[in-house]
C-alpha cells in the first residue's frame, strides 16, 4: 500500500476524511437557497419550513399567555414573487425621476433583489401582534416602539424569541450595515445559519441573472460584492456562526 493510500484509509478509520470539502455533500440544492425550489413548508397558513413552523407554533403558544398574539406578515417568499416586488419598486421610482443607481439604493433600505432574500429559505417570518387592530401599512418601525401597538410584542420577543431560536438578522446597531433595522423580521437560527453558510459558496453574479429584472444592466460585480458585504453579511453575529 502506497503512503497516500495508507493515510487515507487509516485516517477514515477514526472518522477523520484528509479532503473534508471533497467529501462532504451540500444538505440544501441552489434551487432552494435561491427560492426557486420547492420546499416543504409546515402549511399554509404558517408558510415555513415544517421544523421552524413547530418552533414558531411554541412561541406563539408561549406568547398568549401574555395576552400577545404573534401573527405572521410574511413568510416563505419565492424568487418570482421577490422578483415582483422589485418590478413594481424600480417602476415606480423610476417614475418619481429616481437614476437607476439611486433607484436601486432606494429598493436595497428595505427590500432585497430576488435570490437573495431570506425569506427564500422558509426560515425567516415577519411579525405583528395580532391582538392589536390593523392601520396601515403595519410594517413601520415606529409601530414597535415607545407606544406603538407593537411595541409590547417586540419588548417580549426581545426576551424570549432567542430561547426558541428566532434571532432578528437587521439590528438597530448603528455599526451594522446594509438593510435598515426591521424590528418585526426573525430569523429561525438553527437552519438559516447552515442554509447561509452554504449560499455564500454560489455566484451570485452568474445566478442572479435574470431576464425581466428591472435594471439588472446595472448590477455590476463591484455593487454585487459591495450588496454581498454589506447587506447579504450585515446581520446579526449569531446568524453568522459557523
Same mark, same amino acid.
Given at each position: 500500500?502506497?503512503?497516500?493510500?495508507?493515510?487515507?484509509?487509516?485516517?477514515?478509520?477514526?472518522?477523520?476524511?484528509?479532503? @473534508? %470539502?471533497?467529501?462532504?455533500? =451540500?444538505?440544501?440544492?441552489? $434551487?432552494? !437557497?435561491? &427560492?426557486?425550489?420547492?420546499?416543504?413548508?409546515?402549511?399554509?397558513?404558517?408558510?415555513?419550513?415544517?421544523?421552524?413552523?413547530?418552533?414558531?407554533?411554541?412561541?406563539?403558544?408561549?406568547?398568549?399567555?401574555?395576552?400577545?398574539?404573534?401573527?405572521?406578515?410574511?413568510?416563505?417568499?419565492?424568487?418570482?414573487?421577490?422578483?415582483?416586488?422589485?418590478?413594481?419598486?424600480?417602476?415606480?421610482?423610476?417614475?418619481?425621476?429616481?437614476? @437607476? %443607481?439611486?433607484?436601486?439604493? =432606494?429598493?436595497?433600505?428595505? $427590500?432585497? !433583489?430576488? &435570490?437573495?432574500?431570506?425569506?427564500?429559505?422558509?426560515?425567516?417570518?415577519?411579525?405583528?401582534?395580532?391582538?392589536?387592530?390593523?392601520?396601515?401599512?403595519?410594517?413601520?418601525?415606529?409601530?414597535?416602539?415607545?407606544?406603538?401597538?407593537?411595541?409590547?410584542?417586540?419588548?417580549?420577543?426581545?426576551?424570549?424569541?432567542?430561547?426558541?431560536?428566532?434571532?432578528?438578522?437587521?439590528?438597530?446597531?448603528?455599526?451594522?450595515?446594509?438593510?435598515?433595522?426591521?424590528?418585526?423580521?426573525?430569523?429561525?437560527?438553527?437552519?438559516?445559519?447552515?442554509?447561509?453558510?452554504?449560499?455564500?459558496?454560489?455566484?451570485?453574479?452568474?445566478?442572479?441573472?435574470?431576464?425581466?429584472?428591472?435594471?439588472?444592466?446595472?448590477?455590476?460585480?463591484?455593487?454585487?460584492?459591495?450588496?454581498?458585504?454589506?447587506?447579504?453579511?450585515?446581520?446579526?453575529?449569531?446568524?453568522?456562526?459557523?
Amino acid at each position: 500500500m502506497n503512503r497516500k493510500s495508507f493515510l487515507t484509509t487509516s485516517l477514515s478509520l477514526i472518522g477523520i476524511s484528509i479532503w @473534508p %470539502e471533497a467529501q462532504q455533500k =451540500k444538505k440544501y440544492s441552489t $434551487s432552494i !437557497l435561491l &427560492g426557486k425550489g420547492k420546499p416543504e413548508l409546515y402549511n399554509s397558513d404558517i408558510p415555513l419550513l415544517k421544523p421552524v413552523g413547530v418552533a414558531y407554533l411554541e412561541m406563539q403558544k408561549a406568547a398568549n399567555k401574555e395576552g400577545i398574539i404573534l401573527e405572521i406578515v410574511s413568510a416563505y417568499r419565492s424568487f418570482d414573487r421577490q422578483k415582483s416586488i422589485w418590478n413594481r419598486k424600480y417602476i415606480r421610482n423610476k417614475k418619481k425621476g429616481l437614476s @437607476p %443607481e439611486e433607484n436601486i439604493n =432606494k429598493i436595497i433600505e428595505y $427590500s432585497t !433583489l430576488p &435570490g437573495t432574500s431570506r425569506h427564500h429559505w422558509g426560515t425567516d417570518v415577519d411579525l405583528i401582534d395580532g391582538s392589536k387592530v390593523r392601520e396601515g401599512d403595519v410594517l413601520l418601525t415606529d409601530k414597535f416602539l415607545g407606544q406603538g401597538p407593537y411595541a409590547k410584542m417586540k419588548k417580549w420577543m426581545d426576551k424570549n424569541a432567542a430561547n426558541f431560536g428566532f434571532i432578528r438578522p437587521y439590528t438597530a446597531d448603528e455599526n451594522r450595515k446594509g438593510f435598515y433595522y426591521e424590528p418585526w423580521h426573525y430569523s429561525y437560527a438553527p437552519i438559516a445559519t447552515p442554509m447561509l453558510k452554504e449560499y455564500l459558496a454560489l455566484n451570485l453574479k452568474t445566478l442572479l441573472s435574470t431576464p425581466d429584472l428591472e435594471g439588472s444592466e446595472y448590477l455590476s460585480s463591484n455593487f454585487l460584492t459591495k450588496y454581498r458585504k454589506e447587506n447579504i453579511l450585515g446581520i446579526a453575529k449569531e446568524l453568522k456562526r459557523f
